[in-house]
Nanobody, 118 residues
Framework: QVQLVESGGGLVQPGGSLELSCAAS????????MRWYRQVPGKERELVAT????????NYADSAKGRFTISRDNAKSTVSLRMNNLKPDDTAVYYC???????????WGQGTQVTVSS
């Protein structure tokens, strides 16, 4: 059974930091690209960051560049998103996503709420 379980969300003040984690199971984690998306009510889900099967391929949305860092630990089947200098516009539900290139397999986590507010 495939599972992606996010954790680490919460309430933080503007300028603060959070680190989200996603624990994966039920598939060969090391062969999947991992992504973090976010979504606010009434808007489309937005891709925030992508990491390839190793650390060699990493991409960020313009809104995340310089503030967010994605990383993965293939031995532990986890992917993390370190978020610094958070802004109210970062408030959203953050989702972990696994994607297997060529085969097209995709999995989603249940999401974790991040709220940036004073």
């Amino acid at each position: 059974q495939v599972q992606l379980v996010e954790s680490g969300g919460g309430l933080v003040q503007p300028g603060g930091s959070l680190e989200l984690s996603c624990a994966a199971s039920g598939f060969t984690f090391s062969t999947y690209f991992m992504r973090w998306y976010r979504q606010v009510p009434g808007k489309e889900r937005e891709l925030v960051a992508t990491i390839g099967t190793t650390d060699g391929v990493i991409n960020y949305a313009d809104s995340a560049k310089g503030r967010f860092t994605i990383s993965r630990d293939n031995a532990k089947s986890t992917v993390s998103l370190r978020m610094n200098n958070l802004k109210p516009d970062d408030t959203a539900v953050y989702y972990c996503h696994a994607f297997r290139p060529l085969l097209g397999y995709k999995y989603w986590g249940q999401g974790t709420q991040v709220t940036v507010s004073s």
